[in-house]
C-alpha cells in the first residue's frame, strides 16, 4: 500500500479488505483456499461489481475465475472506507 496513506488509513483498508474476502466467502462467493484475489472497485463510489480470484500466484489466465456479485449483495461489497480515502487525496 502506499506511503502516502498513513498508519490508520493503511490499517482500515487493510480491514475493509479482509471484510471483504470474509463477507465472499460466506456467501460461496469466494473459496476458502485461495492464493490470489482482485476486486473490480469503482474508487469514486467502492461499489464492487465483480471479483477475481486464482488458486496460486502464478496468476495463469486458464486458472483464473470471474465472479459478479449478485445484485441481492451489493451492498454488502462497498469499500466505502478506501473511497472516502482516495477521494479525499483526489480533492473530490
Known sequence: MSSNFTKREQEAMSDEFFNMMTTGIHYGLIPKKISEIEFDVD????????????????????????????????DKFNFTVASEFLRRRWGE
Open 43 to 74: 474508487m469514486l463510489t467502492g461499489q464492487v461489481a465483480f471479483l477475481e480470484y486464482w488458486p496460486s500466484s502464478t496468476r495463469k489466465p486458464e486458472e483464473s475465475t470471474r465472479v459478479q456479485i449478485p445484485a441481492s449483495l451489493l
